[in-house]
């Protein structure tokens, strides 16, 4: 048994399980691995001289506390069925960690799980609040229709994806957990094109006053009568009245859904908010887990940089070992720094791989994990010492897929 990254001659075998778990076309495949992967990205487990396990990893950006923090995005993880219940996905997912530690230096990990067990019982853990509000058209009608009514719609061109890029990272810049894309990512998500059977991608551009574009919607009708919005950027609550109208005039189709950010004030602002069904699809909601403990912490964009305290952690992460240890944080006015004690060190509190992750992307609360039972409290005033470090404005939503 071999880990490793997959070899140009070995493409035919990844896009033949590929194809022949997740059911795509293989045509789709083969554009990515000739317009946007490179082999150093495709991790493969190989027996016997067979690849009988293998995951694609991106390299990525996560927004936390205004700040893009480097992640390592995992997709495509498949074991050839004649080979599972071996193992061979978790050992997989180990050599990733790794990978990414030591050739991609990302402090954190995201995914969006076929498998939530398998991933779960592997660190990763739900980091993500979004919400899939569906309603018939007319319940988007906003209760004070936008005055601004300059909504330009088209199919999405690639020439769009400069500009969509700007208005999105300045979007995600104020808000919690939104992935940063790289060429793929915006590709498969404003243009669909990457699969023969993805569904054409719409967008709906508002003009402000002056000429200066401030809203888009991404859309598409993937099913008959039910059109499906993919993302949502506004500047101004009357920019985003303005695509609500858009929305309501579409009253050709049965039903619209579009998945939102936990901050979305979109039942305040429309005229029937009672008319929305709002759903979690765990499986379109992003999954998190730390890579590297020390870079990760002290990395983090504390958004208060004049707390000073320091602190010991007992971290448990039973897939990637470097983690694991009683860690001393000391934060300093602007910076903080982590240094791993000798083991028999007594920690200030316990907590797992995956408690650190929800913590870290502002999933879970510092007081609410402890009041859970996810951190063991060892010396009562750590608490609020480990709060000031994992502080967030908001709760995160990945608004994304990959």
């Not at 789709?28 to 396990?53: A, N």
């Not at 997709?75 to 219940?85: C, F, M, Q, S």
């Not at 990512?185 to 993805?198: F, M, P, Q, T, V």
Request: charged letters at 20%; glycine letters at 6%.
């Amino acid at each position: 048994m071999r880990l490793r990254t997959i070899k140009p001659a070995e493409f035919d075998q990844y896009i033949a399980l590929s194809s022949l778990a997740f059911g795509v076309p293989k045509d789709g495949e083969q554009r990515l691995l000739k317009d946007y992967l490179l082999p150093e990205q495709i991790l493969v487990l190989e027996l016997g001289g067979k690849i009988v396990s293998q995951l694609l990893m991106h390299k990525l950006g996560v927004w936390i506390n205004r700040t893009p923090i480097p992640l390592g995005g995992i997709a495509g993880t498949v074991t050839d069925p004649e080979h599972r219940n071996n193992g061979y996905a978790t050992r997989l997912l180990q050599y990733a960690l790794a990978y990414m530690r030591e050739t991609a230096t990302c402090n954190i990990s995201a995914l969006y799980p076929a498998t939530y067990a398998l991933y779960r019982r592997n660190g990763w853990v739900m980091g993500d609040s979004g919400r899939t509000y569906t309603a018939n058209p007319s319940a988007y009608h906003p209760s004070n229709p936008s005055t601004l009514r300059n909504v330009e719609h088209r199919m999405t061109r690639l020439d769009d994806m400069r500009l969509l890029q700007s208005m999105r990272r300045r979007y995600a810049a104020s808000r919690q957990g939104y992935i940063d894309r790289d060429v793929l990512g915006w590709h498969a998500r404003a243009l669909g094109k990457i699969y023969s059977n993805s569904a054409d991608r719409w967008l709906a551009l508002h003009i402000a006053p002056g000429g200066r574009e401030d809203a888009y919607l991404l859309y598409g009708f993937s099913k008959p009568r039910h059109m499906e919005v993919y993302e949502i950027v506004y500047e101004s609550p009357t920019a985003l009245d303005a695509l609500l109208l858009f929305l309501a005039k579409h009253d050709t189709q049965e039903l619209i859904s579009v998945t939102l950010d936990p901050t979305n004030p979109l039942l305040n602002r429309v005229v029937n908010p009672a008319a929305f069904t709002i759903q979690r699809h765990l499986a379109h909601l992003a999954m998190f887990r730390i890579v590297d403990v020390p870079r990760a912490l002290c990395e983090y964009p504390r958004l208060n940089n004049e707390a000073v305290g320091r602190f010991t952690l007992q971290i448990v992460d039973q897939t990637a070992p470097w983690n694991t240890g009683c860690w001393s944080i000391q934060m300093e006015k602007g910076t903080a720094s982590c240094s791993r004690l000798q083991d028999g060190a007594l920690a200030d509190a316990t907590l797992d791989i995956a408690t650190l992750a929800q913590l870290y992307v502002g999933y879970q609360s510092v007081p609410k994990a402890a009041r859970e039972g996810l951190i063991r409290i060892h010396r009562p005033s750590v608490l609020s010492e480990i709060a000031c470090l994992f502080e967030s404005h908001t709760r995160p939503f990945s608004g994304d897929r990959f």
